[in-house]
């Protein structure tokens, strides 16, 4: 048994054996491990070089790497759109109801001059409308509308108007027919307002293609830049949903304890800095309670023993217990210091 060389040595101190040993644990317990508990000045700061490994002294999360790195998340995301398709038939109802209105104008407007006509005598002159009165007839007509509905023709100048109201039935018919048709291929598409211009003028450009006078162009371009309008828009509450999980997502930085900041030679960076305040780590002061405290634990646990040996009334029990006991111990903290070192040199690699 380990005990029993001891045996001669316990003999030849007597009753010094058992303080000689709790003596002996005492100091070599406090020695080996003071090490671990012993708090140096330093003062760090940015430009500085280190002397020696700077490790953690502890595990932390690095809350502003991990802020950086959820911000890049979120700005990573693409923004969400929803595409209202319905959009294309509300527009193409618009610009067909523009001519029906205009249709029911110059048919009404007519009624009321060739009736004025006949109820008059022959060598009377009554004047034919001019095209101030067939607008202000048509915008009569806009206010019947909803105001959804009105925003679209109030749009309408007195310029596009009049040049409206100078074609016949049959100019009327055919920019009608081109005008739906141009809306209605470019409303098929997904149109955002960052495109919305480029997608104007690819349907205005088409129109120098087309078998149509100067006036029926120009009524034309203008129907095509007022009937395109934006039918993808952006979804704020689906795009920032998408953000918070992508951000969510994202693993916190941790420094752990033992990983190196700064390497033996090296300058101390501001990101090094940085961890370094993360972990109070830029201006320590020598503190004497980390040994307070060990001497405590140690004192406790030699009180603890005596006491528990106090029980047995076999002083060669006691002996062996507290012997074996001190062994132990002293084996457990051997061990321990071993893998701290152990330890601090796989970090270093």
Do not use: C
Not at 7 to 15: N, P, Q, S, T, W
Not at 79 to 84: I, K, R, V
Not at 112 to 125: G, P
């Amino acid at each position: 048994m380990i005990i029993q060389p001891l045996k001669k040595f316990r003999e030849r101190l007597g009753k010094f054996y058992l303080p000689v040993l709790l003596l002996f644990f005492f100091v070599f317990s406090v020695g080996i491990m003071y090490s671990s508990v012993q708090q140096n000045n330093v003062d760090y700061s940015e430009g500085q070089v280190a002397e020696e490994n700077i490790r953690a002294n502890k595990t932390i999360e690095n809350t502003t790497a991990t802020e950086q790195k959820r911000t890049l998340a979120a700005e990573a995301v693409s923004p969400e759109y929803t595409y209202q398709d319905g959009l294309a038939q509300t527009q193409h109802d618009r610009v067909a109801y523009l001519f029906e209105l205009v249709a029911t104008v110059n048919s009404e407007i007519k009624a009321a001059y060739d009736k004025e006509v006949a109820d008059v005598d022959e060598d009377t002159n009554v004047p034919k409308p001019d095209t101030g009165e067939y607008i202000a007839a048509l915008k009569k007509e806009f206010e019947k509308l909803s105001d959804d509905e009105l925003d679209f023709y109030q749009a309408l100048t007195t310029n596009f108007l009049t040049t409206l109201f100078s074609l016949n039935d049959d100019e009327l018919d055919t920019v009608k027919t081109y005008a739906l048709q141009l809306v209605d291929e470019q409303m098929a598409k997904q149109i955002r307002q960052s495109e919305l211009n480029s997608f104007r003028s690819e349907a205005v450009d088409k129109v120098q293609f087309l078998d149509v006078t100067s006036d029926m162009g120009s009524v034309l371009r203008f129907i095509v830049n007022q009937g395109i309008v934006v039918n993808d828009f952006p979804n704020e509450k689906r795009t920032e949903e998408a953000r918070q999980t992508a951000m969510d997502a994202v693993q916190p930085v941790m420094i752990y304890q033992g990983e190196i900041i700064v390497r033996e030679g090296s300058q101390i960076d501001a990101n090094a800095l940085e961890k370094l305040q993360l972990l109070g780590m830029t201006n320590q002061t020598f503190s004497v309670f980390p040994l307070i405290a060990l001497l405590l634990a140690m004192v406790l646990q030699m009180l603890m023993v005596f006491y528990y040996t106090r029980q047995t009334k076999d002083n060669e029990k006691r002996l062996n217990a507290v012997t074996f006991y001190v062994i132990s111990m002293v084996f457990s903290i051997l061990l321990m210091k071993f893998f701290q070192l152990f330890q601090s040199e796989l970090v270093t690699f």
